[in-house]
């Protein structure tokens, strides 16, 4: 039960009963039906855009717990002869449900012995997974407006350097440069280029414990503009290592645990990012839904903006 700053910054944007003891949702409450009609008249080409990771053995990982999918036929449109000559062809996949672009349940991540709105860390069991705030709760619901602020075109680099921070203010600052605000029941992106260091075939880099991101100043500016979820197109949303000597990933802990704010890892921002600045347009309807996985902690997800 150390004290340390992120604790207390944690505390007062603690979201904790604000929509009732039982909540399961976090942020994902702020987006609303009229949220999602206003999103929904955003779309103006019908042009989609793929901001997932293929699930494949060519993925980040390493090896360890979290190791690239597994992908294997268990029938083959060969194996199967019938009269009326139909084939059919069947697979299965074994993969950790965050081994690639995915979302960040509010069971992830606690501290103090406690999850999200008072769980405690008894609730995620061996045998059932998170019997509190599961992924299972909030998948259905991540179809919102998205909003993409491109920080390393705000800085005029390609991506962003080893352990660069990205500050509350700049966010305002890619804000302004962009014309676009971010705002309640948003999905907020953000792009530190990182992504591009994957896409060169450079894993050990892009998973490195030195990789850029946002700094613990961004999480009173999410929770300030009721942000629904926010993800990035690095390996861990905030900046490695922390800036709070003694601390592994203090943002997490303040916006998992604290505010109640579902965060998505590893997604590719490259083409989106490219079309938004061709048109002058940051703003699109976004749906993350992902899988339904009872009892999840997280989930594989492959998220799609609509222009």
């Known amino acids: 039960m150390t004290d ?12 904790w009963g604000r929509w009732g003891d039982d909540d399961q949702l976090g942020t994902v409450n702020f987006i609303t039906p009229e949220k999602r009609r206003a999103a929904a008249a ?7 855009f793929d901001l997932g990771m293929p699930f494949d053995d060519k993925g980040p990982q390493a090896g360890g717990s979290r190791f690239n999918p597994i992908h294997k036929m268990t029938k083959l449109l060969t194996d199967f002869a019938a009269p009326d000559g139909m084939m059919v062809a069947d697979d299965i996949v074994i993969m950790p449900l965050q081994c690639a672009t995915q979302w960040d349940s509010l069971a992830h991540v606690g501290y103090d012995g406690f999850v999200y709105n008072g769980v405690p860390a008894s609730a995620v069991t061996a045998m059932s997974g998170a019997t509190r705030n599961s992924f299972s709760q909030v998948a259905p619901r991540l179809i919102t407006r998205g909003v993409l602020l491109d920080i390393a075109a705000l800085k005029g680099k390609e991506h962003l350097d080893f352990s660069e921070e990205i500050t509350a203010d700049d966010l305002d600052a890619a804000e302004q440069r962009q014309g676009v605000r971010a705002g309640s029941g948003d999905v907020l992106l953000f792009r530190t280029g990182w992504y591009q260091v994957f896409l060169n075939g450079d894993s050990e880099n892009y998973l490195s414990r030195r990789s850029p991101g946002l700094g613990i100043s961004a999480c009173e500016w ?3 503009r009721e942000i629904a979820a ?5 390996f861990a949303v905030e900046v490695m ?8 990933l203090p943002l997490h802990m303040v916006l998992i645990r604290d505010l109640g704010l579902t965060l998505g890892e590893m997604f590719n921002l ?4 490219a079309a938004c600045a061709q048109d002058g347009v940051w703003e699109f309807m976004f749906s993350g839904i992902g899988i339904k996985v009872t009892g999840s902690v997280g989930s594989p997800v492959t998220p799609i903006a609509i222009k």
């Open 4 to 15: 340390f700053e992120f604790k207390a910054l944690g505390a007062k944007l603690s979201n």
């Open 42 to 48: 955003l779309v103006k080409t019908g042009t989609t």
């Open 222 to 224: 999410l929770h300030d």
């Open 230 to 234: 926010v993800a990035g197109d690095n």
């Open 241 to 248: 290592p922390s800036t709070e000597p003694g601390t592994g």
């Open 270 to 273: 490259e083409e989106l990012a």
